[in-house]
């Protein structure tokens, strides 16, 4: 079965600096994967995804996310955080075929960037 | 380009009363989504059409869950009788395509509160 793990409830930063939020997936095919942000009262916006190829990834307002087959991780990245990145974070993972053809989410991180 | 949209925003009902909610996906998308999001944790799927048909509704709970999206644009989903555990956010999404490397555009979602 899919699963997604963010071991991370909240995730606090300083303005300025380097942020990573981690994602630890499971699936038995090829994972395809996905970086969701929520902001109060929003619904969630997507960031970024991984499907096949480069292993780095770049999307949205300057994040960045790296796949790692072997330790089979999705962490999401920016090299300087603003307060204005503070929002819910949340990983997702979808694969080919039947019952799993759908997008499973973790439990979000909670992202605060502190000025 | 709008983005998807739902209403009611918010609805508080007391047990066993039904509710309704509706999703208009963004312009020629086929695929739309119906989730259920409880409070810390992240979107669970309920349903998934790829037009007017439901290609995937193993998780909605059919003895008080329904859903239609007829002539494959606007969606409602129902709860009839509602219960205390359905309080939860309900979260609509569409896509171009129902592949699972596509990203998916969600709506601000309805705040449900069962009393």
């Known amino acids: 079965a899919q699963s997604v793990a963010q071991p991370e409830d909240q995730v606090n930063v300083a303005e300025g600096n380097p942020l990573t939020v981690k994602c630890t997936y499971s699936?038995?095919?090829?994972?395809?994967l996905f970086w969701y942000v929520q902001y109060p009262n929003r619904g969630l916006q997507f960031l970024l995804k991984?499907?096949?190829?480069?292993?780095l990834v770049k999307g949205s307002y300057g994040f960045e996310a790296e796949f790692n087959k072997s330790q089979t991780s999705f962490h999401l990245k920016k090299p300087s955080a603003l307060v204005s990145d503070s929002a819910l974070y949340f990983c997702?993972?979808?694969?080919?075929?039947?019952?799993?053809?759908?997008?499973?989410f973790g439990t979000g991180t909670l992202l605060a960037v502190q000025p | 380009e709008a983005g998807v949209v739902q209403s009611p925003r918010y609805k508080i009902i007391e047990k066993k009363q039904p509710v309704a909610f509706w999703c208009n996906p963004i312009?020629?998308?086929?695929?739309l989504y119906w989730y259920r999001q409880n409070l810390g944790q992240g979107p669970e799927l309920l349903i998934r059409?790829?037009?007017?048909?439901?290609?995937?509704d193993s998780q909605l709970p059919k003895d008080r869950f329904s859903a239609e999206r007829l002539k494959g644009v606007d969606s409602t989903l129902k709860i009839q009788p509602a219960e205390l555990g359905d309080s939860a956010v309900y979260l609509c999404?569409?896509?171009?395509?129902?592949?699972?490397?596509?990203?998916?555009?969600f709506g601000p979602g309805t705040r449900l509160t069962v009393l």
């Open positions: 997702a993972v979808s694969s080919i075929g039947g019952a799993t053809n759908k997008l499973i």
């Open positions: 059409y790829e037009n007017e048909e439901a290609v995937d």
């Open positions: 699936v038995s095919g090829n994972p395809y």
């Open positions: 312009s020629g998308h086929n695929t």
């Open positions: 999404a569409s896509s171009s395509m129902g592949g699972p490397y596509n990203e998916q555009f």
């Open positions: 991984y499907i096949t190829g480069d292993n």
